[in-house]
């Protein structure tokens, strides 16, 4: 997911690619079924005119566009877990906000489980439950991401006081509204 641009193939279209996500795991699939899979897929990661969408080339979307798709196309198949590692580090503030949005909705709606993998703390403290720093490959603490700021082991005690903070403090940021529903799921 770090950047779509290198992850989707350049010379296939769009539904071409989603068409097949669907297809690999089912050869029974027909055509028309797959298309309106696709089209679906589109949708509910908040596409505009997605029957347009499915016939243009990677170079044509924005970054966030290129995101939503690959998104689209990592739940076309119904996962129980989606393994997201850095997947708004290409894209600016505002989209940042709409693909963490549009994952959220899906992980709440599906029911899925998600591993947000990121190096933006600020981020993880406001989108995740809980945090697991890693260290050379090893767990080295875990945490509820509300009480990230109260982390006890030195190697993430550096990592938060690497962060620029404007009034000397780490204050997570607002939690998107999903605690209910991953409380439920």
Request: one cysteine or more; glycine letters at 6%; proline letters at 5%.
């Amino acid at each position: 997911l770090q950047d779509p641009k290198f992850s989707l193939n350049p010379v296939m279209t769009v539904g071409k690619q989603i068409v097949e996500a669907i297809r690999i795991g089912d050869r029974k699939v027909g055509a028309a079924e797959a298309r309106t899979r696709a089209i679906a897929v589109l949708e509910s990661v908040h596409i505009r005119d997605p029957e347009r969408v499915l016939d243009l080339y990677p170079h044509e979307l924005s970054g966030g566009m290129g995101q939503r798709v690959m998104i689209g196309m990592m739940v076309v198949r119904e996962p129980d877990l989606l393994i997201a590692d850095e997947p708004t580090s290409a894209l600016d503030v505002t989209v940042r906000t709409q693909v963490l949005s549009i994952l959220d909705e899906l992980v709440t709606r599906r029911g899925m489980g998600l591993i947000f993998i990121s190096h933006d703390l600020h981020l993880v403290s406001r989108f995740c439950d809980r945090v697991i720093v890693m260290y050379a490959g090893r767990i080295v603490e875990s945490i509820e991401a509300s009480r990230l700021s109260e982390a006890q082991h030195p190697y993430t005690q550096g990592l938060l006081s690497c962060l620029p903070q404007i009034d000397g403090s780490l204050e997570p940021l607002p939690v998107l509204n999903r605690q209910a529903s991953w409380a439920e799921a």
